[in-house]
């Protein structure tokens, strides 16, 4: 069976649901298509909850800049949707002589990248604002803060919904193909001929890609683990050590209702699998300590695990988002999204703009 469609956005998670609702907003008939049976139950409601600032990333890049123009849209949407949020802050520290140089360049590039001026504290500094914390240095990112990713897309799915938009659930997509019309999209039980594309299935979203597009980037997995730790917090805002070659390093998060987690650390795999290996706690305990020597290891328990949606792989540079239209990749009527991992959640809203735009200049 084989039906038409205006737009078709292929992912409910945050990203998805935002552009649907920016198309939706310009007057477009949008169907989201959702593998599962709720909206965000992937990379979007397993991660930080962070609304990052836009410090760690390179000059110039897509991350860095719709990082930076997405929070402030972020912060702005909650505010009029009432969406549970809070600019707590967070702390970078040092915990030895030669990571000084490193926090010197976040604050070069966080001013490079327009994240605001992160202010250098010395040891008595960091200790007056988280008193559990021991490090030699540290900066403080005033505009990072925390969201109820759940509450933020339910709000964009109301907004779609109220456009006109129709989300779609269990609802898998199998496979796309090309027509001189525009993207056939492949489900469990039909075909639909779509004008415009907006692949945004995260994990899957590069094979999807690969069905059309023979330039598309391998998808690479990486599992973060998250342990929660019980009782009284520690700590007021975030705090985050040096990032490593993978990620952000193991990291404090406070969510809205005052948990603590810790995490998440990087575990590449093959395959799709959010199982919790309780080995790593070992290594969570040595990397926590560095800055939290008062660690109870007993109050450490498992919590979940995400997977970062790479494109690119272990050892390697870390990848800029990949946001194509028919002018980069050649496949009238899609728009792809790759590799969306961090900040993907911060810059959503700004994304959801970068493809309405792609789109308009397509014509699709």
Request: with cysteine.
């Amino acid at each position: 069976m084989s039906e038409s469609a205006d737009v078709v956005v292929i992912g409910a998670g945050a990203v998805g649901l935002a552009c649907a609702r920016r198309m939706a907003q310009q007057g477009r008939e949008v169907l989201v298509l959702e593998r599962e049976g709720l909206i965000g139950s992937q990379t979007s409601s397993r991660n930080s909850e962070v609304i990052h600032a836009g410090i760690y990333y390179p000059r110039g890049s897509l991350k860095a800049q719709l990082c930076v123009a997405g929070k402030a849209a972020l912060y702005r949407y909650c505010e009029e949707h009432r969406v549970p949020h809070k600019r707590c802050g967070k702390l970078i520290v040092a915990t030895s002589q030669d990571q000084l140089a490193v926090l010197r360049g976040y604050q070069a590039q966080a001013r490079h990248n327009g994240a605001g001026e992160l202010a250098w504290l010395d040891a008595s500094a960091v200790r007056a604002l988280e008193p559990e914390v021991t490090a030699i240095a540290g900066v403080l990112s005033e505009s990072t803060g925390i969201i109820d990713s759940h509450g933020y897309m339910l709000a964009l799915q109301a907004d779609l919904e109220g456009s006109g938009g129709v989300v779609a659930l269990d609802t898998e997509v199998r496979g796309l193909s090309k027509v001189d019309s525009g993207v056939l999209v492949h489900t469990q039980d039909l075909t639909l001929e779509a004008r415009c594309v907006v692949n945004s299935a995260g994990l899957w979203a590069p094979d999807l890609a690969a069905d059309v597009d023979g330039t598309a980037p391998t998808a690479f997995y990486a599992r973060g683990h998250y342990f929660t730790y019980a009782g009284r917090a520690p700590f007021s805002r975030l705090v985050y050590p040096i990032a490593e070659a993978d990620g952000l390093g193991v990291h404090v998060t406070v969510d809205m209702a005052g948990q603590v987690r810790f995490g998440p650390d990087v575990v590449w795999i093959d395959a799709v699998d959010y199982g919790f290996d309780e080995s790593c706690k070992a290594s969570f305990v040595a990397a926590i300590g560095r800055y939290f020597p008062a660690l109870v290891e007993e109050r450490l328990q498992p919590g979940y695990t995400g997977i970062r949606p790479k494109i690119s792989g272990p050892g390697e540079p870390a990848a800029d988002f990949s946001i194509t239209g028919p002018s980069q990749h050649g496949v009238g009527g899609l728009i792809s999204l790759l590799g969306i991992e961090s900040p993907g959640l911060t810059a959503s809203l700004a994304i959801a703009e970068h493809v309405a735009d792609l789109a308009g200049a397509a014509g699709c």
